[in-house]
């Protein structure tokens, strides 16, 4: 009989072929043939046996293994899975809404926290400036106090200078003249144009008024006293903005609390008039964040 060497060749017909088809559904196409192959394959078989030829080993058969594998595969790459439910338009729109009010939150938080910290910066700003007032009005003072000391001293000399000229003691009143500070020396100079001999020949005022009267002590103590006026007014601005900034963070804390309570309600548009309210308050924060002064 012609047909004994072709159990062999069935076998190896009935083998799965080395490369499978990507798709699944032509998988499942292929692995149904296979079978049906592998079963004609089977009887042909045993009806060679029955009629006594001899057949060669049969492989084990895999087909059920490969089968479960397949399924397997299907199964972890979706094929079976049921198609997507078209998304609710509400869904969709809620959807929306979380990510505005996740990026309101956000923005709110960051401005939040930098009003927060400038306001502390310009508190820390306005205590310096107003230490630095203080210590300048006290340098002030005491520059003050000299320079009345030496007014006072330069004072009681031309009185005396004065009392010698209109006793006519000229060797005292020479004596005293000689010895004029140099501030007063100079302002007398300016202030007696012509040489004196008695009270009748005194000028109006007295050298201590003239502007040639000139104290470096009363000098120093007048600009410490504006510079500790300035410090002042500085410190007063620096308490202003630093109040300006606590405002803008209670602004700020309004949309984190807006955008926080707009997820909690189920009408939706409850949530769209607070979202919106949320994104208005933030938008009038950062314009107010932006515009105040900065401290780094």
Request: proline fraction near 8%.
């Amino acid at each position: 009989m012609a047909r004994g060497p072709q159990p062999a060749a069935n076998a190896q017909a009935g083998s799965l072929p080395r490369r499978l088809p990507r798709s699944p559904q032509k998988r499942r196409s292929a692995a149904r043939a296979h079978r049906c192959h592998r079963r004609r394959t089977l009887h042909r078989d045993r009806g060679t046996e029955s009629a006594g030829v001899p057949q060669p080993p049969q492989p084990p058969d895999d087909d059920d293994l490969l089968d479960d594998v397949h399924e397997v595969v299907d199964e972890v790459l979706g094929t079976h899975l049921p198609p997507p439910e078209p998304e609710d338009p509400w869904e969709r729109r809620a959807r929306r809404l979380d990510t505005v009010t996740a990026i309101l939150l956000a923005v709110a938080a960051v401005a939040t926290a930098w009003a927060t910290f400038q306001s502390s910066e310009w508190s820390g700003a306005q205590s310096d400036r107003l230490a630095d007032a203080s210590t300048e009005r006290a340098e002030s003072l005491r520059a003050s106090s000299r320079a009345g000391e030496i007014e006072e001293v330069d004072t009681a000399m031309w009185l005396q200078w004065l009392q010698a000229t209109a006793q006519g003691d000229t060797r005292r009143a020479k004596f005293l003249r000689e010895r004029f500070p140099e501030r007063l020396a100079v302002a007398h100079t300016a202030w007696a144009q012509e040489p004196i001999t008695g009270l009748d020949d005194l000028p109006e005022g007295t050298p201590l008024t003239r502007p040639e009267y000139v104290v470096p002590e009363r000098e120093r103590a007048d600009v410490l006293a504006a510079r500790a006026e300035r410090r002042q007014a500085d410190s007063q601005d620096a308490s202003t903005n630093s109040t300006r900034f606590v405002t803008t963070a209670l602004v700020l804390a309004l949309v984190l609390f807006f955008a926080g309570i707009a997820t909690k309600f189920r009408d939706p548009r409850l949530q769209v008039a607070l979202v919106g309210l949320a994104a208005l308050t933030c938008v009038a924060g950062l314009v107010r964040v932006l515009s105040l002064p900065h401290l780094l």
